[in-house]
């Protein structure tokens, strides 16, 4: 079954930045385009960015995403981290036939 891994979270600091990784299994990975989400706590789960299946992408400001078809990731940069960036971040593709992940955890300290 194809999944999702999200790694690359943590505690970092307002101002600085974070880039989140996004592995997946599967051979039709390059099939898809990739989404990016976040929970705040408390919160529901809310969009931050897309790329298509060939390389275009949907940018919002500070939150970059980039992928590698071939290593199978993705990648979200986040930059100028505010404390409201924290969040569980996910990465899904763009088939609701496909699993959520757990998701990877960025706490941002002001």
């Known amino acids: 079954q194809v999944q999702f891994v999200e790694s690359g979270g943590g505690l970092v600091q307002a101002g600085g930045s974070v880039k989140l990784s996004c592995t997946g299994t599967g051979s039709d990975f390059n099939l898809w385009g990739m989404e990016w989400y976040r929970r705040p706590p408390g919160k529901e789960r809310e969009f931050v960015g897309k790329i298509s299946t060939d390389g275009k992408e949907v940018m919002r400001g500070r939150f970059t995403v980039s992928r590698d078809n071939a290593r199978k990731m993705s990648w979200l940069q986040i930059d100028n981290l505010k404390p409201e960036d924290t969040a569980v971040y996910y990465c899904?593709?763009?088939?609701?036939?496909?699993?959520w992940g757990q998701g990877t955890q960025v706490t941002v300290s002001s």
């Open positions: 899904k593709a763009d088939d609701d036939r496909v699993p």
